[in-house]
């Protein structure tokens, strides 16, 4: 028997027509670095439907694409919603990929438009020439100044071209299966991997992302975006911001602790998302400087593994509660969410906060191990994490990866064992475990056992060849100014934390740990430097 029930397509314009009407006062602040400017959402409205006129008369047909190349702003809101409100696809290029990167990215994507802020110009003029499927290029502001555009491309300024638009469009119906967003993996082995999320996927993680508990944004918040809108679609903010009637606070390009410091100050969000790094930068920062950031009840840090010391920094020195977080671009992003059980008080609260959290009602979680077998979620046995839902990729674009899927979940690389009460722990990525004579040492746990000692502002540990256990784990950290620690004290002070056999004897003490293109640790660059024989180690 089918349901009575009306067969509506969920839909970006939905959204889009939902939040500029509703919740028309809602507002998007972006920061210019020394103050703020402000569009309300009903604003918002009308140059999305100026937008999606220009593009039109540009000659964007169809699911072509519309790539942006540019930092969290009110135009990159705009573009958010106006692309696939009108049937056209948004392709999110990162600002700071390896330039080979960027046209790889943006040639498979087969991008017609592309939207850039002038800030950035510098990065993709030199590629323009390579962007073989590109006609358009958009500078928003006024001016089309600084492009340096091949024959065959035309340059618009993105307020000259909206101006004389009609504020009202008719939004198209579209297939709720079909693509509204592409977005490629950071590709840290091999090339970027195309995640094409629907209007129906987009839909539904907006929902997830304002459910209690989830993220529970909720109306009135004021949501600030770090978390790039070129990753993982700035885990959904954007779109869930707009659902609900929460305000979006975009930082631009100030993403700097001191800038970022200054904003929260001014604008006072209630909560915001973004990697560990940035929040131990802000913590760094603040503590020469100190300022109330207390207007945040709560933030979203995801990524990577959130260090526990971190979460109480940031609840004992800035009255704000971390809220860990799981996800991956294949998975729109938003996985586990680490919220205690109702009714857990006090210290036991901790327990569960540290995990990477439990799943949504949408998502299938399963631990498969080595030899392809179901682990039970018993707390204790580990497996490769395989995920299963509507907002959850099932392919990638225009590429055959059968490695990436198993039987119709998708398989994340990551490794971690699950209670049976759902919560989720990560010990590694698969790549990243260290293998000790037989025996697995988590990376994510020595790392987080070393940045316990408050002369340490950042470490990462990696496996590196020994002749006797396979591998051993090297520690590279990062020392406050001034400290006196040395590997040896580092060492004793982890002999109480992790198991005796597991204490790391490699050290190398560094400037900075290297980042990738999204702020995470690059263990993959530490690795080579280590290789190349780069890294002072020292060896206990
Ligand atoms: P990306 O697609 O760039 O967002 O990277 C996704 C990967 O980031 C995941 O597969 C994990 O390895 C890692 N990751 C994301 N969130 C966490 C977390 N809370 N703890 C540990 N690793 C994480």
Not at 329 to 342: K, M
Not at 348 to 359: I, M, P, S
Request: charged share 20%; aromatic share 8%; hydrophobic share 40%.
């Amino acid at each position: 028997m089918l349901s009575t029930m009306q067969d509506v397509p969920l839909s970006i314009a939905q959204i889009l027509r939902h939040g500029s009407t509703v919740y028309g006062d809602a507002e998007v602040v972006t920061w210019t670095g020394d103050g703020s400017r402000r569009r309300t959402y009903a604003e918002v409205g009308r140059r999305c439907a100026a937008l999606a006129h220009a593009l039109r008369g540009l000659g964007v047909t169809g699911d072509q694409r519309v790539g942006t190349f540019m930092w969290n702003t009110a135009e990159h809101l705009e573009a958010y919603l106006a692309v696939p409100a009108m049937g056209a696809v948004l392709h999110t290029l990162n600002i700071r990929l390896f330039p080979e990167q960027l046209v790889f990215v943006a040639n498979h994507g087969a991008d017609h438009v592309i939207i850039v802020d002038p800030t950035v110009l510098p990065l993709l003029n030199p590629q323009l020439q390579q962007l073989s499927t590109v006609r358009h290029v958009i500078v928003t502001g006024d001016s089309t100044d600084g492009v340096d555009a091949p024959d065959g491309v035309q340059v618009h300024s993105y307020e000259q071209l909206i101006a004389e638009q009609p504020t009202e469009y008719d939004w198209p119906d579209v297939d709720e299966r079909s693509a509204a967003a592409m977005c490629y993996t950071s590709g840290t082995t091999g090339d970027p991997k195309g995640v094409v999320y629907s209007h129906r996927s987009i839909y539904l993680h907006s929902m997830q992302v304002c459910m209690t508990d989830g993220p529970a944004m909720k109306q009135g918040d004021r949501a600030l975006a770090v978390v790039p809108q070129f990753h993982a679609m700035a885990w959904g903010m954007p779109y869930a911001a707009f659902m609900i009637g929460a305000s979006l606070i975009m930082p631009d390009r100030f993403l700097q602790p001191e800038p970022l410091a200054a904003l929260i100050a001014a604008e006072r969000p209630t909560m915001a998302a973004a990697v560990p790094t940035i929040w131990l930068g802000l913590h760094q920062y603040l503590e020469q400087h100190p300022q109330d950031i207390s207007s945040m009840r709560e933030v979203l840090i995801g990524g990577s593994a959130v260090p526990p010391s971190l979460m109480h920094i940031f609840e004992e020195q800035h009255g704000i509660d971390v809220l860990h977080a799981w996800g991956m671009t294949e998975t729109s992003p938003l996985g586990s969410v680490a919220r205690p059980p109702a009714g857990t008080e006090g210290e036991q609260r901790w327990r569960y906060r540290y995990t990477q959290g439990r799943f949504p009602a949408s998502v299938q979680a399963r631990l498969v191990d080595d030899d392809g077998e179901v682990v039970a979620n018993d707390g204790t046995s580990i497996g490769e994490l395989e995920v299963r839902g509507p907002w959850i990729t099932g392919s990638y674009y225009g590429i055959d990866a059968p490695e990436k899927f198993d039987d119709g979940w998708l398989r994340t690389g990551d490794v971690g064992s699950i209670t049976p009460d759902g919560y989720l722990t990560l010990t590694d990525r698969t790549k990243d475990i260290i293998k000790s004579g037989g025996e697995w040492i988590s990376s994510v746990d020595l790392e987080n056992a070393v940045m316990g000692h408050p002369d340490v502002i950042e470490a990462a540990v990696i496996g590196v060849p020994d002749a006797k256990w396979d591998e051993r784990p090297l520690v590279a950290v990062v020392l406050r100014e001034g400290s006196d620690a040395t590997p040896e004290s580092l060492r004793e002070f982890l002999s109480d934390k992790v198991a005796k056999w597991q204490l790391p004897e490699n050290w190398t003490v560094i400037n900075e740990v290297p980042k990738t293109s999204v702020g995470k640790f690059d263990k993959k660059r530490l690795r080579s430097q280590f290789h190349d024989g780069g890294l002072a180690v020292t060896r206990l």
